[in-house]
């Protein structure tokens, strides 16, 4: 009991979200400011194609740094649930793999494959039902949007 | 153009066709669906449906996709009255006592009274937009280059001072937008920006892709893991009619949201949510028994709701009319019209009105659809909200794909709807606005071809900006919203705005 109510002597040194975020804008800021050496500046009174990017990095980078040096107010960054990130991840994956496939494969196969993945894998959904769903919701939008709609998706290279 | 009997008949006969009067019902009806369901927000509801308009006439296009966004306000409701979940942002505040007057048995009175007031609301508010967008376009005429820089650059600071949260916050967000925007070929000398050889993204990032990614993707992937069964309290169809007093004690509020809502709605920023907000604070503060808000108070859902419904008109002025949108959902509605060849700005209503007088004419019969829509069907929307998250999230997955890759029948876009995905997922857990982010991907050619061709036009003297008066006027607009958004680091007190960030994480 005497342990749990001992106060911990080290402070807490957990990242804050104002550190973490005002961290990736300066780092985005520096990149784009790398990045833009290519593009022609011009001059203040003529300004070139790299006029504006640089402005706006240097903005981004002022924010930045702004959100570092008044991050010890905000709110610690609290680490993501696992709950959730077994979910993100593997959403994330079928858009990859979307990207990835859907104009080798066609977008019934691809989205028959990334439906049946996320219903009967990840949410473990009864085999039966996740067959089922995953059938009626690939087929049926290729029909409603494709044949009924005329928007063209992509058939793969066997042509379905 | 004048508002004139002629144009209104030229409107409803655009209208009062078969099609067109399908469009308009089947836009409510998705909209009500989208504003019902949790996670699917009115932005991600028209970007995923953008594409199935491809094949229509401009006009039917515009009246299904405003429909879906009006409708989406109307739905909202649904949720936060009966599951204390806002179906979409703009109804936080109606979760308070619509949830505490659903406790207390009075669902069917909530219910009925938020879509009045929305009726009411959307009605009064479609007439002064008929009023005002014909002479805000007249006056628009003489904006030139400067003018059009300024207004861009009071917008964002508006903007970034409306939407709430920390300012620096939302700049950010916005110049992060405009660097979005710079991706692609340059407009004045046609060098290629930040492409790195890719075909793709030498035209540019779409809005779609960008709105779909950071509304949609991100959105599932912060609630696709989170379980835990919500009780949805169901209304009993014959509750449903308010007691006099109820409709005695909500005509106020109605009033009072509508003219608030629709003049915030103007406002660049989170229009629509801030109007509920302030709302609900006026109805508590004119209140003769302010102790009853939060207990189940009927003003505390019909002034919010018909402000958002108000609001969400009312962000429809500036689009139509000066073709500057000041919001992600008007700037999605403006690509929308983009895509069918129409070019929203001061001479749009002139040389477009069919369009323009159809739209207006199509959300009257719209406001009346949804109003018998929701009453009498509200038992069959409720059932949507029985279907686990978990069968939902996949679908609206496969339409955030096939919206995104329609557009352009490119796989590029679904790539950049993955990485927005995911950058709008790390930014939200940043306490990061998003929707600064859309709204400066449509808007970053224009600034910067407005600031380089003002800058052409007085030969390199930057005094032109504040040569002009209109553009000066906007100039010192900027400058007000600035010092008054470096207040809260001088006077340590808590403004509308956080205690609006403490509502929506409440609710």
Redesign the interface.
């Given at each position: 009991m005497a342990e749990e109510t001992r106060p911990s002597k080290k402070p807490e040194k957990r990242i804050r979200?104002?550190t973490?975020?005002g961290a990736?804008?300066l780092l985005?800021g520096l990149y784009?400011t790398w990045?833009r050496r290519v593009?022609?500046l011009g001059?203040?009174?003529?300004?070139?194609?790299?006029?504006?990017?640089l402005l706006?990095?240097i903005?981004?980078i002022i924010?930045?740094v702004?959100?570092i040096l008044?991050g010890k107010v905000?709110?610690p960054?609290?680490p993501?649930?696992w709950?959730?990130?077994?979910?993100?991840i593997p959403?994330?994956a079928?858009?990859?793999f979307?990207?990835l496939f859907?104009?080798r494969i066609g977008?019934r196969i691809s989205?028959f494959l990334?439906?049946g993945f996320?219903?009967g894998i990840i949410?473990r959904?009864n085999v039966w039902v996740a067959l089922a769903?995953t059938l009626f919701?690939?087929m049926g939008?290729f029909w409603l949007?494709d044949t009924l709609?005329?928007?063209?998706?992509?058939r793969g290279w066997w042509g379905f | 153009m004048e508002v004139s009997i002629h144009n209104l008949i030229l409107g409803f006969g655009t209208v009062f066709t078969i099609s067109n009067f399908s469009y308009a019902f089947l836009g409510c009806l998705i909209g009500t669906m989208v504003g019902v369901l949790p996670g699917v927000g009115p932005l991600a509801g028209i970007s995923m449906l953008l594409?199935?308009t491809?094949?229509l006439e401009p006009t039917s296009a515009i009246i299904l996709l405003a429909g879906i966004y009006y409708g989406a306000m109307y739905g909202g409701s649904t949720t936060s009255i009966l599951m204390r979940i806002p179906g979409e942002a703009a109804s936080v505040m109606t979760c308070i006592d619509g949830y505490a007057m659903a406790r207390k048995g009075r669902a069917g009175p909530a219910l009925a009274i938020a879509a009045i007031g929305s009726y009411v609301a959307g009605t009064i508010s479609v007439v002064g937009l008929m009023f005002l967008a014909p002479p805000l376009a007249r006056f628009a005429l003489g904006f030139g280059p400067p003018e059009y820089f300024s207004l861009l650059l009071c917008g964002f600071v508006v903007l970034s001072y409306m939407t709430g949260g920390?300012v620096?916050?939302n700049?950010?967000m916005i110049?992060?937008g405009?660097?979005l925007g710079?991706i692609g070929i340059?407009q004045?000398?046609g060098?290629f920006?930040?492409s790195y050889g890719s075909v793709a993204l030498g035209d540019g990032l779409g809005v779609v892709p960008v709105a779909v990614g950071l509304f949609g993707?991100s959105e599932?992937?912060?609630t696709?893991?989170?379980?835990g069964k919500r009780e949805v309290l169901k209304p009993r169809l014959k509750d449903l009619l308010p007691s006099r007093e109820e409709l005695k004690d909500s005509v106020g509020p109605v009033g009072r949201g509508t003219v608030l809502g629709f003049l915030i709605g103007i406002i660049p920023g989170s229009a629509h949510i801030i109007s509920t907000f302030v709302s609900y604070a006026i109805e508590r503060r004119v209140s003769k028994h302010p102790d009853r808000f939060g207990t189940g108070a009927i003003e505390g859902v019909a002034g919010p709701e018909s402000a958002n419904n108000a609001a969400s008109t009312g962000a429809l002025v500036p689009m139509l009319a000066l073709g500057v949108p000041t919001g992600p959902i008007p700037a999605v509605l403006l690509a929308a019209l983009m895509v069918h060849g129409i070019t929203p700005g001061p001479l749009f209503i002139k040389e477009q009105p069919v369009v323009f007088w159809g739209l207006i004419a199509s959300m009257y019969i719209g406001n009346l659809v949804l109003l018998l829509l929701n009453l009498p069907m509200v038992s069959l929307f409720v059932n949507f909200l029985r279907i686990p998250y978990?069968?939902l999230?996949?679908?609206i997955?496969?339409?955030c794909?096939?919206g995104v890759?329609?557009v352009n029948?490119s796989?590029s876009d679904?790539?950049i709807?993955?990485v927005m995905?995911?950058l709008g997922?790390?930014?939200r857990?940043?306490?990061?606005e998003t929707a600064p982010i859309v709204l400066g991907v449509v808007l970053a050619p224009i600034i910067?071809f407005s600031?380089?061709q003002a800058?052409?036009m007085s030969?390199?003297?930057?005094a032109i900006f504040v040569e002009r008066p209109i553009s000066v006027a906007f100039l010192i607009l900027t400058l007000i919203m600035l010092l008054l958004s470096l207040k809260p680091l001088i006077v340590k007190k808590r403004d509308w705005r956080n205690r609006l960030t403490e509502a929506e994480k409440e609710c």
């Open positions: 979200i104002d973490a975020g990736l804008l985005l784009v990045e593009l022609p001059t203040a009174q003529n300004p070139g194609p790299g006029y504006f990017p706006l990095a903005l981004l924010f930045g702004i959100l008044r905000s709110r960054f609290n993501i649930p709950s959730e990130a077994s979910h993100a959403i994330l079928c858009c990859v979307v990207a859907m104009e977008y989205l990334v439906l996320l219903l949410e959904v769903l919701l690939s939008s949007f709609l005329r928007v063209p998706l992509p | 594409p199935t491809f094949g920390s620096i916050k700049l950010s110049v992060l405009l660097m710079m340059d004045m000398s060098y920006r930040f993707v599932i992937l912060a696709a893991g989170v379980s978990r069968f999230y996949p679908t997955l496969m339409f794909v096939v890759y329609a029948s796989m679904v790539w709807m993955a995905g995911a997922y790390v930014l857990k940043m306490d990061f910067e600031f380089r800058l052409a030969n390199g003297v930057y």
